[in-house]
């Protein structure tokens, strides 16, 4: 049910399918999903009715998108971490190899393309380091919170002392990405390639606008679902 009151962030939580809207009007539900969408419009030329009108018809539509809002806690770290983290590995090799490629050929004409192959293999390190102290630190917390409360028994406090420390940690480095990643939306012009784009730059950008929409649900599907509910969970012990 929409409210006001509600974040962007719980909207997506509860019907993924709100994402489509807010991609639509260039609102940010992964970052900075803990806004409500007047506060997210405030400076938006569009009218925030539209915004509701167009939530209200999604709402409608029957809906055959994974409720992941419902899935146990370490299933969706396992979720997260065998699907967007292999993403992310992947595609990062070949998005290098291709944008090095591009600079060579291209690079002269289109100048633009250094700086977006600067930008992306920050990304890229900057991910490659943030996934694995999620898969080797907050991840195997998170199992082993539940796996406590299941079995009733007492959570040992971990070294770095409660989960909303590393989960500040992560909350901080998807920001930093995501702003990285609004500069390419800027240098791409939206991921429209030029008039002598060949066939590598058209599949280039293409890659590039689908790894930015993959981690825009890698960082939602934590920031809005599994780190909120790890912090409450936490709580109960």
Request: with cysteine; charged share 30%.
């Amino acid at each position: 049910m929409l409210t006001k009151e509600k974040t962007i962030g719980e909207m997506v939580a509860e019907d993924f399918r709100a994402a489509q809207v807010f991609r639509k009007y260039k609102i940010d539900f992964c970052c900075k999903g803990n806004r409500t969408i007047e506060e997210a419009c405030e400076n938006k030329k569009f009218d925030v009715a539209e915004v509701y009108s167009d939530l209200e018809n999604i709402a409608n539509e029957k809906s055959g998108d994974i409720d992941f809002n419902s899935w146990p806690l370490d299933l969706l770290a396992d979720y997260i971490e065998k699907t967007h983290h292999r993403y992310v590995e992947e595609n990062s090799t070949v998005l290098l190899q291709y944008l090095n490629k591009l600079c060579k050929v291209h690079g002269e004409r289109h100048p633009e393309l250094f700086e977006i192959n600067s930008i992306f293999a920050e990304i890229s390190g900057e991910l490659a380091a943030h996934m694995k102290k999620e898969e080797l630190i907050l991840f195997p917390f998170i199992k082993r919170m539940v796996n406590a409360k299941q079995k009733g028994e007492e959570l040992i406090t971990p070294n770095f002392g409660t989960v909303e420390s590393p989960v500040a940690m992560m909350k901080h480095e998807h920001t930093v990405v995501g702003d990285l990643f609004v500069k390419i939306d800027n240098l791409t012009n939206n991921y429209q390639f030029p008039d002598d784009a060949c066939g590598t730059y058209q599949v280039t950008y293409k890659m590039l606008e689908d790894f930015e929409k993959d981690l825009h649900t890698h960082i939602h599907l934590e920031n809005n679902i599994l780190f909120p509910k790890a912090i409450e969970l936490e709580k109960t012990f």
